[in-house]
């Protein structure tokens, strides 16, 4: 208090604005504005506008990297995209897998996409099942009959037998000759293998 009148101290002012748009008068010392492109927190000198909010990241080494939501027009200063430019890792479009025990950290791979090439089943059948895009269905039992003499010299009746045959299924072919059978699967592609995600960008610290 002095001579009857009470002193309030006034109040640190707190602005926030595109960058460009502080201003620079009817300002105190201590004054804090936050720029809103750049995501940073300004501190008013006196004189000038200082970042603060660098200094939040002043422990934070070179070379970290971290995930940024915010737009890449905004990446704050002292923050850099991991775009491949500068020496920087080139990590857009690419999702991150923990380097292996003594290796250090760089190595690139995976694809985004996958065929898968035809191959071959074989072994002995005898009668079974295939199941297919042509519907479930058996392959086994006579396909014909045939007479054999018999020991006395007299004939014998109709004895079903096996012939060696083929059958083709959508999709497969199944190839049947005596007892063995080889299925050469059709090739696949899939287009895209990833599972579900969200995009963020990587930024480094330099």
Not at 20 to 34: E, V, Y
Not at 99 to 117: C, E, F, L, R, Y
Not at 187 to 192: E, G, Q, V, W
């Amino acid at each position: 208090m002095r001579d009857g009148l009470t002193i309030i101290p006034r109040r640190t002012k707190v602005l926030s604005s595109l960058k460009a748009a502080f201003p620079t008068t009817g300002l105190i010392a201590g004054d804090l504005s936050f720029a809103t492109d750049e995501q940073i927190l300004y501190r008013w000198s006196g004189a000038a506008w200082s970042a603060i909010s660098s200094a939040i990241s002043a422990g934070v080494p070179t070379g970290a990297i971290i995930m940024w939501s915010g737009l890449l027009t905004a990446i704050p200063t002292g923050w850099a995209l991991c775009d491949g430019g500068g020496g920087r890792p080139d990590l857009r479009s690419r999702f991150i897998q923990g380097a292996a025990a003594g290796v250090d950290p760089g190595a690139m791979g995976g694809a985004t996409a996958k065929t898968t090439a035809g191959h071959d089943h074989g072994g002995a059948t005898g009668s079974h099942n295939h199941g297919g895009a042509t519907g479930s269905h058996d392959h086994g039992g006579a396909t014909g009959q045939t007479d054999v003499s018999g020991a006395n010299g007299g004939t014998g009746e109709g004895i079903p037998r096996m012939e060696n045959h083929t059958h083709t299924i959508a999709g497969a072919t199944a190839t049947i000759a005596g007892a063995t059978a080889t299925i050469s699967s059709a090739t696949d592609s899939i287009a895209d293998i990833r599972p579900l995600f969200y995009d963020l960008a990587f930024i480094i610290k330099t």
